[in-house]
């Protein structure tokens, strides 16, 4: 623009808070994923579980629906911790195909189009790109997972006061197994957006790091005759952790603590992956 125009005049509008910046990148983000019917889909699913775990509940407590229906109260399933830890595990299910759906795409379009020097050159760190991006991930997983967990266990200890007490630790297990399994999927799905540009081959991989990753874990426990094959394995990690937390009888031979130290690790290599990839310039040699 030529000076002598005098045209050009200073942004005086609203400028948005720092600490709150990133959200613009989550209110686009949503936008878009949204947008698909296949996530929507998979959302519906996920709340007809939510909404059957919660009218078995109720059945358990209102003797004139169960005595309309026929049906003896011992033949229903007891709420207790193999109840709520069968909920979460199903939900988990879901939660995986949904960022198989959403998590390539939230990056490598990014990366491909070589947008990030145009994120970067603004006052937006990397911190706050990648939580723009992962908090589509985590709203999105919790509202699967512990958001309804937790407010089908308010809904049975409301409906039966006295079974709160014996079960109080059912709330922390519910909060505690689903933020383990949405962190780290929700961690993997970005390292894998962000170093695989195309959307298809990253959906590839994504399922390759669980199923490859358990067939390589069962073949080191028969070639070693070992039991820490699982430790390669995000799926046996997860299972692991969750049955501790749930007290209930280990899947497999891993101790509890190693599963998490292997967690932990994964995570910490995830984070140093995205580090690496997401700058505002890339060499090539």
Known sequence: MAVYEQTYRRYTG???????????????????????????????????????????????HNFTALTAIDLPIDRLVPIDNVFFEFFLRVESSLCFFLALVIGPGLIAPDVRNNALPLYFSRPFSRT?????????LLSLLSALTWVPGLLLFLLQAGLEPAWLGPHLGLAWALFAASVEWIVVLSLLTLAISAWVKW??????VLLAVFFVMAGWGLAINAALDTRWGGLVS????????????????????????????????????????????????????
């Open 14 to 60: 609203e400028i948005t808070p720092q600490r709150t910046r990133f959200l613009i990148l989550l209110r686009y983000a949503f936008q878009e994923v949204l947008a698909s019917r296949l996530v929507l889909v998979l959302l519906i699913v996920g709340g007809l579980g939510v909404l059957t775990t919660a009218v078995l509940i109720y059945l358990h």
């Open 128 to 136: 706050e790109y990648v939580l723009g991006k992962i908090g589509v």
């Open 199 to 204: 959307k298809p081959v990253a959906r590839i």
């Open 234 to 285: 995000l799926g046996k990690l997860n299972d692991t952790v969750r049955a501790s937390l749930f007290n209930r009888a280990q899947p497999n031979d891993l101790p509890a603590w190693a599963a998490w130290i292997a967690l932990a690790a994964a995570c910490l290599l995830f984070l140093s992956m995205l580090r690496r990839k997401l700058r505002a310039y890339e060499v090539v040699r």
